[in-house]
Antibody, heavy 121, light 108 residues
């Protein structure tokens, strides 16, 4: 059974940094692309970033480009999101999602339960 | 970036009725790389349809997807009580993935 468990969400002041993690199990991690998707309170889904199986192809939404960095450690079956220069509009539940195949341009087949990031002074 | 526009924003129907949800893209979606998700309150999204018309594993056959190019539709043939939820379309035709704004299907 695929399991994705996010962690690292917290209350943080504007301008500060935070690092999210996603621990994956139940599948061969380095066979699949991985993504971060967020959902602001009461709002819709927003794709944030995706990384292919070997980290050679990475993409970001315009809203986070230059501030967020996605990475993965296939030896640890883990996905990360380094978030810098956080803004109030980054407040959201952040989901880790597993792609259906190894490339970034893929549907999102399995999802974690999310970790909450709140940016406020 | 491909912008996805879903309509209507809210659909008020009764159990047993047919639901038709629309998703229009700002440009053609490559290879019909269009998916639909269902999200219930407090839960993560669940993949329903991929490749515009393929049901994901375990999805009942009352859910069907159709369309190509820039116009796509999700149809729920007969609404069950558990189908009242929010539905999102999602394009993955390029590395810049995007979601529609969602359609809420509520009980009339």
């Amino acid at each position: 059974e695929v399991q994705l468990v996010e962690s690292g969400g917290d209350l943080v002041q504007p301008g500060r940094s935070l690092r999210l993690s996603c621990a994956a199990s139940g599948f061969t991690f380095d066979d699949y692309a991985m993504h971060w998707v967020r959902q602001a309170p009461g709002k819709g889904l927003e794709w944030v970033s995706g990384i292919n199986w070997n980290s050679n192809s990475i993409a970001y939404a315009d809203s986070v480009k230059g501030r967020f960095t996605v990475s993965r450690d296939n030896a640890k079956n883990s996905l990360y999101l380094q978030m810098n220069s956080l803004r109030a509009e980054d407040t959201a539940l952040y989901y880790c999602a597993k792609g259906a195949v190894e490339i970034v341009a893929t549907t999102l087949k399995d999802w974690g339960q999310g970790t909450l990031v709140t940016v406020s002074s | 970036e491909i912008v996805l526009t879903q309509s209507p924003g809210t659909l008020s129907l009764s159990p047993g009725e047919r639901a038709t949800l629309s998703c229009r893209a700002s440009q053609s979606v490559s290879s019909s790389h269009l998916a639909w998700y269902q999200q219930k309150p407090g839960q993560a999204p669940r993949l329903l349809i991929y490749g515009a018309s393929n049901r994901a594993t375990g999805i009942p056959d009352r859910f069907s997807g159709s369309g190509s190019g820039a116009d796509f539709t999700l149809t729920i043939s007969r609404l069950e009580p558990e189908d009242f939820s929010v539905y999102y379309c999602h394009q993955y035709g390029s590395s810049l993935l995007t979601f529609g704004g969602g359609t809420k299907v509520e009980i009339k």
